[in-house]
């Protein structure tokens, strides 16, 4: 079985709370496994701060969270924390079952990064993998973190505007990923304890808005597109029974303080 062997649905735009948006990728993954369609699907955050999977929850400035009404949820994806909201960031997922990917991490990663890729260069944007690891300056923000060639984007001056993740269950595999469209440095420095320094924030990370002039919401159509394109996929939506559980599942896990405020 390949991608092109499978029927794919488009969603997107859409935004939910934190613990929603990460539900749903999660009964994405069961529905893909259990036949039914592989999912792409561009998504915007409110104010969320989410963690990745083994992240200290001390590295976090919650009374700057609360203060500023920026969610907290956990990804169960690996890496630092990333601030989304809906005018800095977009957001990306892939979704499909696990016999219809390479097994090997770092093929797939590329195989799924194509779109991406593709998607920065219709938008006007050069874009590529980084070609060699930057020192980190804030391992707890995932932009400040030590890039690396596997996943992490940058622009034509060489600065971070991108980074992807991924994981694997037994039946499914999710990618999913960020795009930097604009800045908001005070915002998303300020979610951390110790502070790292916005200047040097700007110095590591570029946006869309910095390299190109493009609407956001040419951005978004020309990512929601692209990915359409990639896999062929129809115009889809979640189905009431997926909307169901991925409620339930956000109450159940991704909103709990078992999950989010849990020590690696």
């Given at each position: 079985m390949t991608l092109a062997d499978l029927e794919w649905r488009v969603i997107g735009e859409a935004t939910d709370d934190g613990p929603t948006t990460m539900a749903l990728e999660e009964i994405a993954a069961e529905t893909a496994a259990a036949g039914g369609p592989a999912t792409v699907r561009v998504y915007t955050w409110p104010d969320v701060l989410s963690l990745g999977y083994n992240q200290d929850p001390d590295s976090v400035d919650w009374a700057f969270c609360e203060r500023e009404g920026i969610g907290v949820?956990?990804?169960?994806?690996?890496?630092?924390a990333i601030y989304h909201d809906r005018t800095a960031d977009l957001s990306y997922s892939i979704v499909a079952p696990a016999d219809a990917v390479p097994g090997d991490l770092m093929e797939c990663y590329r195989l799924f990064c194509d779109p991406i890729l593709d998607a920065f260069e219709g938008i006007g944007v050069d874009a590529r993998f980084v070609d060699s690891e930057y020192e980190a300056i804030h391992r707890p923000a995932c932009y400040l973190r030590a890039l690396h060639p596997a996943h992490d984007i940058v622009g034509p001056d060489g600065r971070k505007i991108g980074g992807n993740a991924q994981y694997r269950r037994k039946d499914a595999v999710v990618q999913h990923g960020s795009l930097s469209v604009s800045l908001r440095p005070e915002r998303h420095c300020g979610c951390f304890t110790g502070k790292p320094d916005t200047d040097a924030f700007r110095e590591r990370v570029g946006a869309v808005d910095e390299y190109v002039d493009a609407e956001r919401s040419d951005v978004v159509e020309t990512l929601r597109a692209t990915l359409a394109e990639w896999v062929g996929a129809d115009e889809?939506?979640?189905?009431?029974?997926?909307?169901?559980?991925a409620r339930e599942r956000a109450d159940s896990k991704y909103a709990t303080d078992e999950w989010v405020r849990r020590s690696p």
């Open positions: 949820t956990r990804r169960p994806t690996g890496g630092g889809g939506s979640w189905t009431d029974d997926e909307r169901a559980r």
